[in-house]
């Protein structure tokens, strides 16, 4: 029997940071905001256990712009995992941030294990694409991985549900039927975390739910008909696992975080 104890996991994603650490780009120091994170988050008490980051860690693909990711993200006092986004790339991150010195560039998809929940972090990018696809040799793994019972989380990039905002929905997962199919059919998963639309949002289909993030960077707006970038706080999730109680809220860093790194 598997023993269920608590935990909480934080979802930090899409700091889209650049070579320079002045650089700035719709109003935001991205490395500045990702440095009031990593304060933010190692503020919390009790420490989470570990923190996801669900992709776009950096805007330009060079060993540079993942260099000063790294600097910042290394700071954070929790074990930090990785899901691949659209900006991402697959040999840079492998080498810089998991330190590998193999140089594949084949998906990164796999699954951890907390307390009795299992983990499951997917693959959606395609290198030189901004939508996201998930290969079948993937689809297949994940089937098999979800026949037994216990209770998981989903983290990926892209979205695999349209969220209501047209140009983004232009860019979310292809053929995400295949996905939610497999999701459903488990019968095991709790919930599903993405990043990728740089704003928060929840949706329930068939009692499976979708959650995402703000971004750590610049925002989108989640109004279809407004100005494609919003003024919204930059934030993080964190997800609380207590038994069987999940809680999931969004921490926007206040003016006061934000500003001491700005
Ligand atoms: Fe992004
Ligand atoms: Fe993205």
């Given amino acids: 029997m598997v023993t269920i104890n608590n935990f909480s996991i934080v979802q930090l994603s899409d700091a889209h940071v650049y070579e320079e650490e002045s650089h700035e780009v719709y109003g935001v120091v991205p490395i500045a905001n990702l440095k009031a994170a990593v304060h933010s988050i190692n503020s919390i008490r009790p420490l989470p256990s570990l923190c996801i980051?669900?992709?776009?860690?950096?805007?330009?693909?060079?060993?540079?712009?993942?260099l000063l990711f790294k600097e910042q993200i290394q700071l954070l006092?929790?074990?930090?995992?990785?899901?691949?986004?659209?900006?991402?790339?697959?040999?840079?991150?492998?080498?810089?941030?998991?330190?590998?010195?193999?140089?594949?560039?084949?998906?990164?998809?796999?699954?951890?294990h907390q307390a009795g929940w299992r983990i499951v972090i997917l693959d959606t990018s395609v290198?030189?694409?901004?939508?996201?696809?998930?290969?079948?040799?993937?689809l297949i793994w994940l089937e098999e991985i979800l026949r037994d019972d216990m209770p998981t989380f989903i983290f990926m990039h892209h979205h695999p549900v349209p969220v209501g905002v047209p140009w983004i929905d232009n860019l979310m997962l292809k053929k995400p039927d295949q996905l939610i199919k497999i999701l459903q059919q488990a019968g095991c998963v709790h919930s599903v975390f993405f990043g990728h639309i740089h704003f928060e949002c929840h949706i329930e289909v068939q009692n499976l739910r979708f959650m995402s993030v703000p971004s750590i960077s610049f925002q989108f707006s989640e109004m279809p008909h407004t100005k494609k970038i919003a003024s919204n706080p930059p934030g993080f999730?964190?997800?609380?696992?207590?038994?069987?109680?999940v809680r999931s809220i969004v921490h926007r860093l206040t003016y006061e975080e934000l500003n001491t790194y700005f």
């Fill in 77 to 112: 006092k929790i074990p930090v995992h990785y899901a691949m986004g659209n900006h991402d790339n697959r040999m840079l991150l492998r080498r810089q941030l998991l330190n590998e010195s193999e140089m594949s560039d084949g998906p990164y998809y796999y699954a951890i």
């Fill in 127 to 138: 290198p030189g694409e901004v939508w996201g696809q998930i290969n079948k040799q993937q």
């Fill in 53 to 66: 980051y669900t992709g776009d860690a950096v805007s330009i693909k060079s060993e540079k712009a993942y």
């Fill in 237 to 245: 999730r964190l997800i609380q696992v207590n038994t069987n109680i």
